[in-house]
């Protein structure tokens, strides 16, 4: 098991930036791709993008390409999302997954691990 917390979700108005975290703890992530999701009410879960923890530029999906950044710092073992110019549209409950071979996948089903989840609200 690896346990994984985020954090940061909240209510926010459109415009708003938001960061949130995904603190990983219980073992070495040496080889572990972290992911991003979200899923809306009524919708299937979505990809954000992801990174690998031991290198590697971030990857994104395409349905917040270009106002979300991924970043890791090792040291503290998290992963944060930033988003940027938040739409109403952007609510969510937003996860982050891990991947425990290092893959480069957009597929929920190859994510090992999930956290529970937090919410994200952007009112217009």
């Known amino acids: 098991q690896v346990p994984l917390v985020e954090s940061g979700g909240g209510l926010v108005q459109a415009g708003d930036s938001l960061r949130l975290s995904c603190a990983a703890s219980?073992?070495?992530?040496?080889?572990?791709?972290l992911g991003w999701f979200r899923q809306a009410p009524g919708k299937e879960r979505e990809f954000i993008g992801a990174?690998?923890?031991?290198?590697?530029?971030?990857w994104y999906g395409d349905s917040e390409k270009g106002r979300v950044t991924i970043a890791r710092d090792n040291g503290k073992n998290t992963v944060y999302l930033q988003m940027n110019s938040l739409k109403p549209e952007d609510t969510a409950v937003y996860y982050c997954?891990?991947?425990?071979?290092?893959?480069?996948?957009?597929?929920?089903?190859?994510?090992?691990?999930w956290g529970q989840g937090t919410q994200v609200t952007v009112s217009s």
């Open positions: 990174i690998r923890w031991n290198g590697g530029i971030p």
């Open positions: 219980g073992r070495s992530f040496n080889r572990y791709t």
């Open positions: 997954a891990a991947n425990q071979f290092g893959a480069i996948t957009s597929k929920s089903q190859d994510y090992d691990y």
